[in-house]
């Protein structure tokens, strides 16, 4: 009766229980491999972020500085000191595109001056 579960019955569950345990360190280690790889991911967000948070850091304290406060309302907004003339040069080719068109007087709408151009390609 030993010789017949140790021949038949005691091998066949060792390889049982040591695939459950081979299946089982396996998946530990890929949780492990895939916890290393998102910290690695989180610590390299977290660098960059960081040098994020210094360049705002830098520009807030550039901010306060009262001449640059002037020059970027002068730069983004179009405002001038009270006495000041402001000049606009235009980039070659005369027109800027981000100036406002005025209607012409003898139309007087937008939709004719849209034909009109329409029409002037074919003359």
Do not use: C
Request: charged share 30%; net charge negative; glycine share 4%.
């Amino acid at each position: 009766m030993k010789t017949f579960f140790y021949k038949f019955i005691l091998p066949p569950t060792l390889l049982v229980l040591i695939g459950v345990l081979a299946v089982g360190v396996f998946n530990q280690a890929k949780k492990n491999y895939n916890l290393h790889a998102q910290i690695s991911k989180l610590e390299t967000n977290i660098e960059s972020v960081e040098k994020q948070n210094e360049d705002l850091q830098k520009a807030i304290e550039n901010f306060q500085d009262p001449s640059t406060i002037d020059r970027e309302a002068r730069r983004r907004l179009n405002l001038k000191k009270d006495g000041e003339e402001v000049v606009i040069i235009l980039p070659p080719g005369g027109e800027d595109k981000n100036i406002i068109e005025e209607q012409s007087p003898e139309t007087g709408d937008k939709a004719s001056s849209f034909w009109h151009k329409i029409i002037s390609w074919f003359e």
